[in-house]
């Protein structure tokens, strides 16, 4: 930094806010840092006592915080995110709809190793909203070299993605709710009203529900008669524990789905089944469906609505971070 006579500092940046104070009246940022001085700014600085200030004496091959968080967000935001800013330097990304976030985490930390720079986003495969800030991305220094934001572009180029949001799809979805005490009306679905509100909040919707008690064959005639109805997704709610009335594991296994596991190590929702007919998602629910509000049901169906294939690893990997408390 340069301390520098007010009148001749047109052009140059100042290296630091200047704060203006008007007694009883006003308290505040004047200029921000990296503001160019105009001609016109200087009776405001002399105003305030700013007779001489420090400006910046960017080196060749440097770059200023404003303008870096620029090229960096740029870089880094990919299909449905925007940036805006800068705000101290830094440049926030956000949705432009709602959706699924993919963030790349391998990409995040590379660019974190970059001496200087900060990048946080949230944790892929979150559901967000339009407008929700996904993160944000800053250099550390005033001025650094330029070459390390060339770095992070670089980086962003060799690589599909490293932050998007996936839109949802709106789909059809038949809804199956076993228990002979449900279907004999001894006690009300409680499973109905919950699964209902979950699924339309992401734009879809349940085309039909219908009941079955505890009978193997039942519950698979009822699958079966989704599947002709050319549903999207097949929700089958309860039966799903270790006990021997409990039919709806045999029941989507004998319609010919292919079960991609039984049991989410995830806590609650660990009685979970994923399961495809051909490329027709079916799920077996577990009853904490119904009263916790956060469950492995929650982690997956975004991600079906996004479009996305549940493979065995995901559900594998589910176990770090999967438990979760009310």
């Known amino acids: 930094m340069k301390e520098i006579k007010v009148e001749n500092a047109v052009g140059m940046a100042l290296a630091h806010d200047l704060t203006q104070i008007i007694p009883g009246k006003f308290k505040g940022r004047l200029f921000k840092k990296g503001h160019k001085i105009r001609e016109e700014d200087i009776p405001q600085l002399l105003d305030i006592g700013k ?5 910046l004496d960017i080196p060749e091959d440097y770059i200023h915080e404003d303008e870096a968080a620029k090229r960096m967000a740029k870089a880094i935001a990919g ?33 974190n190793e970059i001496p200087g720079i900060a990048l946080s986003t949230l944790v892929t495969n979150r559901p967000v909203k339009k407008d929700q800030a996904l993160g944000g991305v800053r250099q550390i220094p005033l001025i650094l070299e330029t070459s390390s934001i060339r770095e992070v572009e670089t980086i962003c180029q060799e690589h599909s993605y490293i932050a998007k949001v996936i839109p949802y799809r709106s789909l059809k979805i038949g809804m199956v709710t076993t ?22 909040h992401f734009g879809s919707e349940i085309v039909e529900q219908c009941f079955a008690p505890d009978q193997s064959e039942v519950i698979e005639s009822k699958i079966r008669y989704f599947l002709d109805r050319n549903v999207d997704l097949i929700l089958v709610t309860g039966g799903m524990s270790v006990d021997p009335d409990d039919r709806t594991p045999l029941a989507i296994k004998n319609v010919g789905a292919e079960i991609i596991r039984y049991g989410i190590p995830m806590l609650p929702g660990s009685m979970m089944l994923v399961s495809y007919y051909n490329e027709i998602p079916i799920l077996g629910l577990p009853g904490c469906v119904m009263h916790d509000s956060y469950t492995s049901f929650d982690v997956f169906l975004p991600r079906i609505l996004a479009g996305e294939k549940i493979t065995e690893k995901d559900i594998i990997t589910l176990g770090y971070g999967g438990f979760h408390t009310c």
Do not use: W
């Open 51 to 55: 007779g001489h200030i420090y400006i």
């Open 79 to 111: 299909e449905n995110v925007y940036a805006v800013g800068p705000s101290e330097g830094k440049m926030t990304i956000k949705s432009e709809i709602q959706g699924l976030l993919k963030i790349n985490e391998k990409v995040i930390h590379q660019i």
């Open 179 to 200: 228990g002979s005490e449900v279907f004999e009306g001894r006690i009300q679905d409680k499973f109905g009203p919950t699964v209902k509100q979950k699924v339309e």
